[in-house]
């Protein structure tokens, strides 16, 4: 995939949303290369479920496909010399530090604007780089509890819930690779770059762009969360998620006639489509009581006869055998850098019915460190005196 070909960009990201959005461009073609510290960046030594695959982290196979790695010492001169070289040669500049720690490393916009005006400098940052907030650590859950997700996430009568995924994350991920790319679009009709910028907390009122807005402009909200099992405090019976005999059934927006049909229920008979609002918990509840007399299976075929949108409740582990999962080849299998077996999940487009190549499996730490700096002229000898200096480091 060239989309993006001849675009140089330099990753000075760590945790997620940075590390995710760099990876986007790099599907994409762009020439990505991950800086990162000399120790190596959080995603590589920090995993979810502390699980590693040969020495690998999860989070770095999650989100450090097609790019080259290059370890360098941005507290060591050598390394800030190396990374402004680079700087000159590149189209954008990512990072997600706290406001404030490139500029103290010698790497702020001001100062690379400088060397390199062209540059799109685009960061991520929890809260903005301004604000009272701007200093706060950015974290999912944390983004979660204070937008209002997790208070309008769960049942009525349960606690406020947190999304089983990090989800302000990728999609704060989604917006900074977008606003990049809006920019490199831009600089084709300016010849200007510029400065991005993303945070954590609009990404996560972004996502809830629907019910907000309905909020902001006087929808009624007795309750903040979903009553009688309904999936949202705005939604219509019976919205949800109801159990049956052996698992759960996602039911969406259906008519009270429609469900009556596809139910065999006598009790739904007695309601009109403008009672799913009006009378959404009396209808959920009769809903939920009659999906739990049969198993999962055993609606399928009524419920899709009636044209009811539906769909049976998975697990991970079922998404394996998905017959469309396994049509749009979501699952990539590839031997890891450490060489083991691993498994990613592919790119979420297509290009001409095409979806991009892994290029490179996720890099050992250090691995084009020497290749990097030969592109920016740096001989072999200066390059193994600044390994031995420890300005860079090398992959072992």
Known sequence: ?????????????????????????????????????????????????????????????????????????????????????????????????????????????????????????????GFGSEGPYKDRPGQDLLLQAMSGLAMRTGRADGEPTAVGAVIVDQHAASLYAMSILAALFARTKTGKGQLVEVNLYQAALDLQVEPLTAWLNGAPSPTSRGPAGIAAWFSPGPYGIHATADGHLAISMASPKALAVALESEALKQFGDTDSFSKREEITRIVAARLKQKPTADWLPSLEAARIWHAPVQDYRDLE?????????????????????????????????????????????????????????????????????????VAR
């Open 1 to 125: 995939m060239n989309l993006l070909d001849g675009v140089k960009i330099l990753s000075f990201n760590h945790y997620l949303a940075g590390p995710l959005a760099a990876q986007t461009l790099a599907d994409l073609g762009a020439d990505v290369i991950a800086v990162e510290p000399i120790e190596g960046a959080f995603q590589r030594n920090w995993a979810v479920a502390n699980h590693f695959v040969a020495g690998d982290s999860v989070n770095h196979l999650a989100t450090g496909r097609n790019k080259r790695s290059l370890a360098v010492d941005l507290k060591h001169p050598d390394g800030i010399a190396a990374v402004k070289k680079l700087v000159a040669t590149a189209d954008v500049v990512m990072e997600n530090f706290r406001p404030g720690t490139m500029a103290k490393l010698g790497l702020g916009y001001d100062t690379l604007k400088a060397i390199n005006p062209g540059l799109i400098y685009a960061v991520a940052t």
């Open 321 to 393: 055998s998905d017959p469309q999962l396994k049509h749009l080849g979501v699952f990539k299998s590839a031997e890891s850098a450490g060489g083991a077996p691993i498994r990613m999940i592919a790119h979420p487009a297509r290009y001409d019915g095409q979806a991009p190549e892994v290029r490179l499996v996720p890099q050992r730490l250090g691995a084009q460190t020497r290749e990097v700096l030969g592109e920016i002229g740096y001989g072999a000898a200066e390059i193994e005196a600044m390994v031995a200096g420890k300005a860079v480091g």
